[in-house]
């Protein structure tokens, strides 16, 4: 079977995270995993960091599906989140402010932040951080949390504090971030025997207690120009390790997200950007094909 031809997408981006996005409410195309795969590619499809679907959902207002840019599947992904609170209510989908989000890591609330009947800025509700190494999941020496434990990487020694986000995280604190840093240890980081089902890494240099800088490798897309997530679990692990407060601007190379990690309630909530770029039709180039994510 051939994937449908003449895929209607919408281009958004959060912060410089970038993916393709589908309305699937009535029709859904075949074969997600190659479709992110074939509409990702920077050179021979549209280019994004991956491909988010918005489905119908019995048990919210919207069901979100998305997939990193090498077709695994990611459990939630808090720039995407955002960015589909901004497609439903600008594209008159909805005309709620106050949004419910079905994700593989559970019910998402956003808020959206409407001026001129258009969304601005949306505030996601991410839930509370998942500490325990084994539903995060990492191997840790500790059963409760690990934070700042030593692990020796490719040869070289790492202080890793791993965050559930619904997706899993390694933040580990650096005095600089620098390339080969991101681009040669981060993708060895990701595969790591720590981490069963990979991970997201993040290289933080903490400016203050109310600032910190952040690159990212996401586990399936490389680095990117933001995780919210990512930047969510950076919070929480300079929370941890006290070397932030709860409230703090995260500067990436795509933009500022600002994370706060509520005492009170233990949830951590992520409010940032959300923008259009272009919308378009996908002419897909490949059948489908069974698709495996391991393969070579």
């Known amino acids: ?31 997600l995993p190659l479709l992110s795969q074939n509409i990702s590619d920077r050179h021979f499809g549209i280019g994004s960091d991956g491909l988010v679907v918005i489905l119908p959902s019995d048990k919210a207002d919207f069901r979100m599906r998305m ?11 808090g720039n995407a989140s955002r960015c589909i609170g901004k497609y439903v209510y600008d594209k008159h989908l909805t005309d ?19 001026r ?44 890793i504090t791993a965050v559930g986000m619904g997706n899993p995280h390694a933040v580990v604190f650096m005095p600089a971030l620098f390339d080969r840093l991101v681009l040669q240890e981060g993708p060895k980081m990701e595969v790591a025997e720590i981490f069963p089902n990979r991970a997201n890494i993040e290289f933080i240099k903490v400016i203050d ?29 300079g929370v941890l390790n006290d070397l932030t407060d709860r409230e703090v601007h995260v500067s990436l190379p795509g933009g500022t997200l600002k994370i706060r990690w509520d005492e009170t309630t233990n949830h951590v909530f992520l409010t940032g950007p959300a923008e259009f770029i272009a919308d378009g039709v ?9 698709y495996d994510v391991d393969a070579e």
Request: charged share 25%.
């Open 96 to 114: 709620k402010t106050e949004v419910t989000l079905e994700t593989l890591a559970g019910i998402k609330h956003l808020h959206l932040e409407v």
């Open 116 to 159: 001129e009947g258009k969304v601005e800025e949306v505030t996601v509700d991410m839930g509370v951080p998942e500490l325990v190494p084994e539903l995060i999941p990492v191997i840790s020496s500790s059963k409760e949390a690990k934070i700042s434990e030593k692990e020796i990487i490719n040869g070289i020694e790492y202080k």
């Open 1 to 31: 079977m051939e994937s449908r031809k003449n895929i209607p997408f919408t281009k958004m981006h959060g912060a410089g995270n970038d993916y393709i996005y589908i309305d699937a409410l009535t029709e859904v195309p075949d074969n």
């Open 209 to 237: 207690r109310r600032h910190i800088q952040m690159r990212v490798w996401e586990r399936g897309s490389g680095e990117t120009l933001a995780c919210g997530t990512g930047a969510c679990a950076a919070v929480v692990a």
């Open 67 to 77: 997939f990193n840019a090498d077709g695994s599947e990611a459990e939630m992904c």
């Open 282 to 290: 996908f002419y897909p180039l490949q059948p489908v094909e069974e």
